[in-house]
């Protein structure tokens, strides 16, 4: 099977997942809408993340439940990860690292991060 492939700037952190899912989500929460991403959901065992832990750092804040990871060169948002106590099979890939031709088309979802929690769409 061809796998997809998403890669930060620089290109020290490469994302490989099996398609391009259904939909996307857009969240307007305090991080994701600064990050300015576009977040794909994968079993995490359909994942594969080169340069990860070398080259990513990670950033936890509020619930506590997850970490988005960057990569330490040029800063770019590449996934998020659950902590314990979260769901552990789900990863959020930040679509934005695939090469735009692959989202052409894709449904985006509004996720109501900020306050209700609930899609709005």
Same mark, same amino acid.
Do not use: N, Q
């Given at each position: 099977m061809r796998q997809l492939v998403a890669t930060c700037h620089c290109g020290a952190v490469r994302i490989s997942v099996p398609a391009m899912p $259904?939909?996307?989500v857009e969240c307007n929460c305090s991080i994701c809408r600064r990050n @300015? $991403?576009?977040w794909a959901f994968y079993s995490a065992d359909t994942v594969q993340?080169? @340069?990860h832990?070398?080259?990513t750092t990670q950033y936890i804040w509020g619930a506590r439940s997850i970490r988005t990871m960057h990569c330490k060169?040029?800063?770019c948002a590449t996934h998020w990860e659950t902590l314990d106590g979260g769901p552990t099979d789900?990863?959020?890939v930040n679509s934005r690292l695939f090469d735009p031709e692959l989202l052409k088309g894709i449904r985006i979802r509004y996720f109501d991060?900020?306050?209700s929690w609930t899609y709005t769409d």
């Open positions: $259904a939909s996307i @300015g $991403a576009l993340i080169l @340069g832990p070398e080259h060169t040029c800063g789900r990863v959020g991060g900020a306050d």
